[in-house]
């Protein structure tokens, strides 16, 4: 299997970066409404875990990977989704740069120096990559391992974008994972749903990522795994790269995203020094 990683993802990467694949997203962003709201994140950034969040809170039902799936199922598969928000509106999950016909989304930012922990065991998971870290972090950095870019070059199009505030929510996972009640709720209102007649905390106490990963062992409609030594929910942690990054792994990527990074407190505000070797935890 490594060896077949290691030929097919120098063509992945110059597929990703084709005019064949901008067919492809043209194509699959045919049959959105001006009325559809979108949950938008680079990839592994929490997105899953907040639609089983938002699944409990709009049904009272007991999420599953697959009902959650059909709830707001990803980009291209839209057509079918739920029409569960108010006003008869769906709810897109999508991983692409911001795109003109979005015209409502939740914005879902999680470190990225944790996100490249994530990125890398996920796609480990699914067969995609057969390299080492080290390998891996320089296509990350680069935003050569999807077709989204790099996570800054993602996240720009976003604040670029030029939707109103009350048209984009910006929500970090760190926040998210320490104050997820309330968190919740300020989500629920952007969408328009009154929070006050939930149990949130029910709804939070049962959709834990221990929960979760509950479920990928035993529901029906978790992903499938290639490689036996990863799994699609991993541990949810907040600043593990501390733990498992190494000074000039830590280097490379805040020399690339530090500005950014720094906006979103992942970085002191204006300051120019990186925070390895001693990183505090986010």
């Given at each position: 299997?490594?060896?077949?990683?290691?030929?097919?993802?120098?063509?992945?990467?110059?597929?990703?970066?084709?005019?064949?694949?901008?067919?492809?997203?043209?194509?699959?962003?045919?049959?959105?409404?001006?009325?559809?709201?979108?949950?938008?994140?680079?990839?592994?950034?929490?997105?899953?875990?907040?639609?089983?969040?938002?699944?409990?809170?709009?049904?009272?039902?007991?999420?599953?990977?697959?009902?959650?799936?059909?709830?707001?199922?990803?980009?291209?598969?839209?057509?079918s989704a739920a029409?569960?928000?108010?006003?008869?509106?769906?709810?897109?999950?999508?991983?692409?740069?911001?795109?003109?016909?979005?015209?409502?989304?939740?914005?879902?930012?999680?470190?990225?120096?944790?996100?490249?922990?994530?990125?890398?065991?996920?796609?480990?998971?699914?067969?995609?990559?057969?390299?080492?870290?080290?390998?891996?972090?320089?296509?990350?950095?680069?935003?050569?391992?999807?077709?989204?870019?790099?996570?800054?070059?993602?996240?720009?199009?976003?604040?670029?974008?030029?939707?109103?505030?009350?048209?984009?929510?910006?929500?970090?996972?760190?926040?998210?994972?320490?104050?997820?009640?309330?968190?919740?709720?300020?989500?629920?209102?952007?969408?328009?749903?009154?929070?006050?007649?939930?149990?949130?905390?029910?709804?939070?106490?049962?959709?834990?990522?221990?929960?979760?990963?509950?479920?990928?062992?035993?529901?029906?409609?978790?992903?499938?795994?290639?490689?036996?030594?990863?799994?699609?929910?991993?541990?949810?942690?907040?600043?593990?790269?501390?733990?498992?990054?190494?000074?000039?792994?830590?280097?490379?990527?805040e020399k690339a995203?530090?500005?950014?990074?720094?906006?979103?407190?992942?970085?002191?505000?204006?300051?120019?020094?990186?925070?390895?070797?001693?990183?505090?935890?986010?």
């Amino acid at each position: 299997m490594k060896i077949a990683q290691t030929f097919f993802w120098p063509l992945r990467v110059s597929l990703r970066r084709s005019p064949l694949r901008r067919l492809w997203v043209w194509r699959r962003h045919r049959g959105l409404g001006p009325t559809d709201t979108f949950l938008a994140c680079y990839p592994r950034s929490g997105s899953n875990w907040l639609q089983f969040l938002l699944y409990q809170s709009l049904t009272s039902l007991d999420p599953t990977f697959e009902a959650v799936r059909d709830f707001s199922p990803y980009l291209g598969r839209h057509r079918s989704a739920a029409r569960l928000l108010p006003g008869g509106s769906r709810l897109i999950k999508t991983h692409e740069t911001y795109q003109v016909t979005y015209p409502r989304a939740i914005l879902l930012l999680r470190d990225p120096r944790d996100v490249v922990l994530s990125d890398y065991r996920f796609l480990r998971m699914r067969g995609d990559f057969g390299g080492n870290f080290g390998q891996f972090l320089t296509e990350f950095v680069a935003g050569r391992t999807h077709g989204f870019g790099s996570w800054r070059d993602h996240l720009d199009s976003w604040l670029n974008s030029g939707l109103a505030e009350e048209n984009l929510h910006i929500l970090r996972y760190e926040d998210l994972s320490r104050e997820t009640p309330s968190r919740l709720s300020s989500v629920l209102e952007f969408l328009g749903v009154s929070s006050s007649a939930l149990d949130l905390e029910a709804v939070c106490s049962n959709n834990t990522i221990e929960r979760m990963r509950m479920k990928e062992e035993l529901g029906p409609g978790a992903p499938r795994t290639r490689d036996s030594r990863y799994r699609f929910v991993n541990r949810g942690l907040v600043g593990a790269w501390s733990d498992e990054l190494t000074p000039g792994q830590i280097e490379q990527i805040e020399k690339a995203f530090g500005a950014r990074m720094a906006e979103f407190s992942y970085l002191p505000q204006g300051s120019e020094q990186p925070s390895w070797p001693t990183a505090p935890r986010s």
